[in-house]
């Protein structure tokens, strides 16, 4: 499949973070969160999942404006949903080990 930047899914790490409640924007459960999650530990569970991604270093969560932790740009080869869920599992699996 061809990386489309336009159609991407967009993942943030707010989304991982086990600090945030869902009203913060957090996506997956706490078993599944993890602590400090960055952009880099995010590309380190796409690559592993075989997916192209980008890394934007310099944007923001919205409801986060001032706090530039980036976020990272996935191919569309499922639904959104699905994806977070198996990044979530990858990313506590890495933190594990």
């Known amino acids: ?9 967009v993942l943030w790490p707010e989304y991982f973070d086990i600090r945030r ?4 924007g957090r996506k997956v459960r ?4 993890i602590n400090d999650p960055t952009v880099d ?3 380190k569970a ?3 999942l075989g ?3 980008r890394i934007e270093k310099d944007k923001a969560y919205p409801s986060n404006w001032w706090d530039h ?3 990272i740009l996935v191919e569309r080869s499922m639904p959104k949903s ?16």
């Open 1 to 9: 499949m061809v990386f489309d930047e336009d159609t991407a899914w």
């Open 21 to 24: 409640k869902r009203s913060q």
């Open 30 to 33: 706490r078993s599944l969160a």
């Open 41 to 43: 530990l995010l590309a």
């Open 46 to 48: 796409v690559e592993k």
């Open 51 to 53: 997916l192209e991604y």
């Open 69 to 71: 932790k980036g976020r």
């Open 82 to 97: 699905k994806l977070i869920a198996l990044v979530a599992a990858e990313l506590s699996r890495i933190q594990r080990s």
